[in-house]
């Protein structure tokens, strides 16, 4: 679904002069083709998962066009079939037009009519597998919240199931939008702890004069206007879970005092005499490199690696394209349940914002999209994607697909190499100009 993949074109002549000649137009239109001599034949080729068209002619021995179409239209209705003709079949064509063929070519036809009637079918075909598979998401919602078959989500999954049941504390990574507390309440809910609170603590959203009394609480009378204690954020995750989302925000003038929660296990409440003892478990999220910012003094050293236990990355949606159509159906059934705005159908336009668009807000940008196209709310039209030229998408989509490949290998050089069918050099002049680097897909001691 929603696949920038080739589709095949069957077409189906039983004049071989004809056919090799169609078939060869198609292919220098980079059209893939499948040519067949008869009917049967083709017709025996054509299976359940077709995604394709078909281009027959309909005067031919056994099996005709019009019966081909016939067979195929039962098979599938919604299955485009484009009829070629001479000049004694026009009438038949038009009355096969009416019964739901897609087109029909009088011959003799021009190698750019057939070629613009194949395309249009294509894209035709195209919207109605992706309708179909919307349909098929909102029936069957998947298993995991963490929504991908990518081998990044594949691994992700696997360890945060692994690392949920591991009294450890995590750093979760990833951009804005990639779903870090998604990962952090994953981790709490697959825990021992699961029972017990799961506070979450936005750590850029706190002023820093307040933050110790959020964070740590106060004693009576320990603060202006306070004449009672006050039980902090990390007292009340006790025996449960806390998590610190956007750590890298977090006041420099408050990291000392986090620290010595994380090293000792135990909260001293402004203004309090004795601290007091803590069970919990810490999962911190952060949005940028905390051991650049470490380096940069904006980020306690000390405190980035006693974060820095267990940790784990959420990709950016960019770097996992082929999880973009899954998501997507997932998100228009979760906005046709929450809205009750049903009959929601892929358009061409929307299916090209998909494939083009660069999603720097990731997946949370992608479920705003789905809910506002199933709302219409941009009536029809599709926010315009960050235009790129052509030479720009080419390269885009060769630095996806090094990454996938460096992904599936684990950043094994030799055979991504190997799986991509290119030569050493040329694999190592594309990693430079997508400025990847195979150590980064390794899998970290």
Not at 122 to 149: E, F, M, Q, T, V
């Amino acid at each position: 679904m929603i696949g920038a993949g080739a589709q095949a074109v069957f077409f189906v002549d039983d004049d071989a002069p004809l056919r090799e000649a169609n078939a060869q137009t198609l292919e220098l239109a980079g059209l893939p083709v499948r040519a067949f001599a008869d009917a049967a034949t083709a017709l025996a080729a054509i299976g359940p998962a077709f995604d394709g068209v078909v281009v027959s002619d309909i005067r031919m021995p056994g099996m005709d066009g019009l019966q081909l179409f016939a067979r195929l239209r039962a098979m599938d209705p919604e299955l485009p079939v484009i009829l070629i003709t001479g000049h004694a079949d026009v009438p038949m064509a038009v009355g096969a037009l009416r019964d739901g063929a897609f087109d029909f070519l009088p011959k003799p036809f021009a190698a750019d009519h057939l070629v613009a009637s194949v395309r249009r079918a294509l894209a035709h075909r195209r919207l109605i597998l992706d309708n179909r598979a919307l349909r098929a998401a909102a029936a069957s919602p998947p298993d995991s919240p963490l929504i991908g078959d990518s081998p990044a989500m594949v691994r992700l999954r696997e360890s945060v199931a692994q690392v949920a049941r591991a009294e450890v504390d995590v750093l979760v990574e990833g951009e804005t939008g990639t779903g870090k507390e998604l990962v952090a309440a994953m981790l709490h809910r697959g825990s021992a702890r699961a029972a017990r609170p799961f506070i979450a603590v936005n750590c850029a959203a706190l002023p820093p004069a307040q933050a110790e009394i959020e964070l740590f609480g106060h004693a009576a009378d320990a603060v202006p206007y306070g004449r009672f204690e006050r039980a902090g954020r990390i007292e009340a995750s006790s025996r449960g879970t806390l998590f610190l989302d956007e750590i890298d925000g977090m006041p420099l003038e408050v990291q000392p005092r986090l620290l010595r929660v994380l090293e000792e296990r135990e909260v001293l409440p402004v203004g309090a005499e004795r601290p007091m003892p803590l069970d919990l478990r810490v999962i911190a999220s952060a949005k940028s490199d905390l051991r650049e910012l470490s380096r940069r003094g904006a980020f306690r050293n000390d405190l980035y690696f006693r974060l820095n236990v267990v940790r784990l990355s959420i990709p950016p949606l960019r770097e996992r394209r082929s999880d973009i159509a899954q998501l997507f159906a997932a998100f228009v059934a979760e906005a046709v349940t929450q809205t009750g705005q049903g009959g929601f159908r892929m358009t061409d336009a929307v299916r090209r914002h998909l494939l083009d668009h660069d999603w720097p807000g990731n997946v949370r940008e992608l479920r705003n999209f789905a809910f506002s196209a199933v709302l219409n709310l941009n009536d029809g039209a599709v926010p315009v994607a960050q235009h790129q030229s052509l030479p720009d998408r080419i390269a885009a989509y060769e630095a996806m697909l090094l990454r996938e490949t460096l992904e599936t290998t684990r950043g094994n050089v030799a055979r991504a190499i190997e799986l991509l069918g290119i030569p050493r050099k040329t694999f190592y002049d594309k990693m430079a100009r997508a400025g990847l680097a195979a150590a980064q897909f390794r899998p970290r001691d």
